[in-house]
């Protein structure tokens, strides 16, 4: 990896690859500038010396960070099933990066500014229309056997966060600029996290009471941090009111109802079906199936029911990306959605191709093939 002298990096220049200050502590992705604000922040932490294994130039170059994992849309036809997965892990990858290194600037600066954090947030936007199913098929098991509590956490789970409230809100047919709106909001809504102690929210101990009551604090810590920044209101509203539930036994004002902006109530729901299917350094995940199911009891009335029946329709009860037992024996994963019954998506076979090498694809229906149940991992 090369070594890069802080103070002969000109301001305003791109790293055609990932920027470390340490092995694993990412400072920029390749589509981030090295800005004067940066520059004079790790100058005042004595960081004298940063690494890459790319070059610095003057201008970004999208050829040089290994693409976004978008394609022309002349061209998405021709496209395999194994090459629409790799663009999507590709695109995925890059932008856990650019949050990465977006939370890292946060910590170091104290700065952030909405405009291009909207323009990030257009592009995924675009991607998302584009390759939805392959996104959320690649989002299932984003830590790919990490332990849960590694330095990804707050940014994965940012990341699937925002992906599934641009998701949810493209169902309930917000407009583009809305949709942007709460792309920013989802993907800054635990910002807060930022200000507490990594030990706090990483931890994989029983916190003490008081560590507990700083965990409580950080939707405030949040809304605060981007009225500093100068974000859109709507967006400060959504970081400090995503912990608010309907039933009005959510936190830091135990808000009811209509009281709850809207992009609170996507990102409520959003993030606690990936806080559900997902490792914590507490818990293990549980299925996708099994998540929206929970979600669905909505228990103690907690969730809007519109925004439980967006993500339902969106992703289905056995959500796009499942491993699944199917009625006839064979093994399967969902791979789109029914718009007309959540109950019985689309499956790709494991196991079974058609004549021109592709994977087999059977449309669940109540009189015809049908899901048993998930699939264990230890079962593929």
């Avoid at 940012?158 to 047919?173: Q, R």
């Avoid at 009005?248 to 109530?265: F, M, V």
């Avoid at 490792?279 to 979600?295: E, M, N, V, Y």
């Avoid at 006839?328 to 079974?352: A, H, R, T, Y």
Wanted: a negative charge; proline letters at 5%; charged letters at 25%.
């Amino acid at each position: 990896m090369n070594k890069f002298s802080v103070r002969n990096i000109p301001s305003g220049s791109y790293f055609t690859k990932t920027s470390y200050i340490d092995e694993g502590f990412i400072l920029t992705a390749p589509e981030m500038p090295f800005t004067e604000e940066l520059k004079q922040a790790l100058t005042a932490w004595d960081i004298t010396e940063i690494a890459s294994d790319g070059e610095n130039r003057a201008d970004y170059s999208s050829q040089s960070s290994g693409g976004s994992g978008d394609a022309e849309t002349s061209g998405e036809s021709r496209l395999n099933d194994g090459d629409q997965l790799k663009q999507a892990e590709d695109f995925y990858r890059n932008f856990l990066r650019y949050v990465e290194s977006l939370f890292t600037q946060i910590t170091i600066t104290g700065e952030l500014k909405f405009s291009a954090v909207a323009e990030k947030v257009k592009e995924v936007c675009d991607i998302i229309k584009e390759k939805r199913r392959y996104l959320l098929r690649v989002i299932k098991n984003p830590y790919d056997g990490q332990e849960a509590g590694n330095s990804n956490y707050l940014a994965a789970h940012a990341v699937t966060s925002t992906i599934i409230s641009i998701i949810i809100g493209a169902y309930l047919k917000l407009p583009l600029h809305r949709l942007i709106e709460l792309g920013v909001a989802a993907l800054l809504h635990e910002v807060g996290m930022l200000k507490l102690p990594p030990q706090v929210y990483l931890s994989n101990r029983a916190l003490s009471p008081q560590e507990r009551k700083a965990i409580l604090t950080h939707p405030i810590l949040g809304y605060n941090m981007l009225k500093s920044f100068d974000f859109p209101l709507v967006i400060g509203l959504a970081s400090l009111e995503h912990h608010e539930r309907e039933n009005g036994e959510g936190y830091p004002q135990k808000l009811t109802g209509d009281r709850i902006s809207l992009y609170a109530k996507i990102i409520a729901v959003a993030c606690s079906y990936e806080a559900l299917t997902n490792a914590r350094p507490h818990k293990d995940a549980k299925d996708s199936h099994t998540g929206i199911l929970d979600l669905l009891k909505n228990v103690g009335k907690q969730y809007d029911d519109a925004i439980i029946r967006a993500l339902v329709y969106s992703l289905s009860i056995y959500p796009i990306g499942l491993y699944v037992m199917l009625s006839n024996g064979k093994k399967g994963q969902v791979v789109d959605v029914n718009p007309e019954s959540p109950q019985f998506p689309i499956v790709q076979f494991l196991d079974e191709f058609t004549p021109d090498g592709r994977n087999k694809i059977v449309e669940t229906a109540s009189d015809g093939i049908t899901i048993v149940r998930p699939l264990a991992w230890k079962e593929l």
